[in-house]
């Protein structure tokens, strides 16, 4: 079978599982399984999501200095993340223009990058400076070489990309719902502790869970949620699968439930105020009047993925003497609750894969998350 029949099958094998699924939300049920673990749907989440769509990746902070750099896999691709000497961060595709080596590896601090392979030379704006052996290259503009680039915009101290260079801008395609965020000044933050755990579930899972708040006074019961009022939740639905809410919590983010650092200066709340919302496509944000969690999810195949939780407080509180004592316990509570979620996560993705799972019935307190994988599944076709 040639490879564009072969992918025309795969594409009307994802149609019949996602009109399946959406079929299954219309008669008030869960989604069916085969949307969270089949290979059609995931190489499609990775063509017309992942690699069309603005996603967080990090946080400029990261970057203090310039040379310094990180490197990405974002569904297989390869990036690399790095400042220049003008102070401007840069992102490109970490493959070199001779035979596709990663120029860069893990993170560090750099002049400029080097292939390994044969000796291929980039400055920290990916033009190329050097090749080996030049005058035996023919036909190859070399002079004009460069690492392709990615698109890259920073909101709120967070550093978006999308490798699509013709994609609509940052701000076109998700300034509703970052408008709503921008009172928390998120760019006065800094992270002080994070947290990376790798369930053996979906992708789309992990977003499912933060916002399923049907769950947080079972799972959660004995750490945040001993008294939590589900109903006490009013998300506001906006386009894209995009939601936000305000909301009240009687707990922050430490074992006791009560706050060690105080309350962020220039939010104008008590100790009950809580807000959340999610950007698509896999980008959630939690905030507390003392501090502010973001969880990043990434796929890493049809029934795996990573998700890193970012526990951020104002810069100007890391100067203080009990900071990282205060931070450790707050850092450590965060890993306490996720990891709450790992098991769960595991069980979902084995349970859905079961002959015997037929989608149980939808309730309000899911409608957030009904909405946002709703939204994905109708723009993957």
């Given amino acids: 079978m040639s490879s564009a029949k072969s992918s025309e099958g795969e594409t009307d094998c ?30 499609l989440e990775k063509e017309r999501i992942f690699k069309k769509e603005w996603q967080v990746i990090g946080r400029v902070e990261q970057f203090e200095n310039p ?56 400055d920290l704006n990916g033009k190329l400076l050097r090749a080996t052996y030049a005058e035996d290259i023919k036909d190859f503009d070399l002079a004009n070489c460069r690492l392709p ?24 395609s998700h300034g509703a719902i970052l408008k709503q965020c921008d009172y928390l000044q998120m760019q006065k933050m800094r992270v002080a502790r994070t947290c990376i755990i790798e369930p053996a579930c979906n992708w789309k899972l992990i977003g499912e869970n933060v916002w399923d708040i049907y769950h947080l006074g079972v799972v959660h019961a004995n750490t945040f949620a001993a008294n939590f009022n589900p109903r006490d939740f009013d998300f506001h639905l906006m386009p894209k699968g995009a939601f936000y809410g305000n909301y009240r919590s009687n707990s922050v983010g430490t074992p006791e439930g009560k706050s060690l650092v105080g309350t962020i200066p220039w939010l104008d709340v008590d100790e009950g105020f809580a807000f959340a919302t999610q ?56 890993k306490i609750i996720f990891e709450e979620d790992n098991d769960m996560l595991g069980s979902i993705q084995v349970g859905i894969r079961s002959d015997a799972y037929d989608p149980g019935p939808t309730t309000h307190l899911e409608s957030a998350v009904h909405h946002m994988t709703k939204d994905l599944l109708e723009r993957l076709m």
Wanted: net charge negative.
């Fill in 67 to 122: 040379g310094d750099y990180k490197t990405f896999r974002i569904v297989d691709e390869p990036i690399l993340v790095c400042r220049d000497k003008t102070g401007k961060l840069n992102a490109f595709r970490n493959v070199c223009r001779h035979r596709g080596v990663e120029v860069a590896v893990g993170e560090g601090n750099a002049k400029d990058f080097l292939c390994p392979y044969h000796a291929w030379q980039y």
């Fill in 149 to 172: 680039p990615v698109q890259l915009d920073i909101w709120g101290g967070f550093i978006f990309i999308n490798f699509d260079m013709d994609a609509p801008g940052l701000q076109d």
């Fill in 279 to 334: 950007i698509p496509p896999n980008f959630s944000i939690i905030a507390r009047h003392d501090a502010i969690y973001s969880v990043i999810s990434d796929p890493l195949g049809p029934e795996k993925c990573r998700f890193i939780v970012y526990t951020m407080f104002p810069e100007e509180w890391f100067t203080r003497p009990d900071f990282d004592k205060h931070a450790d316990q707050y850092g450590d509570f965060i």
């Fill in 14 to 43: 994802a149609r019949i599982l996602i009109d399946e699924a959406l079929r299954m939300l219309e008669q008030n049920r869960q989604f069916s399984g085969g949307v969270y673990y089949a290979p059609e749907i995931y190489e």
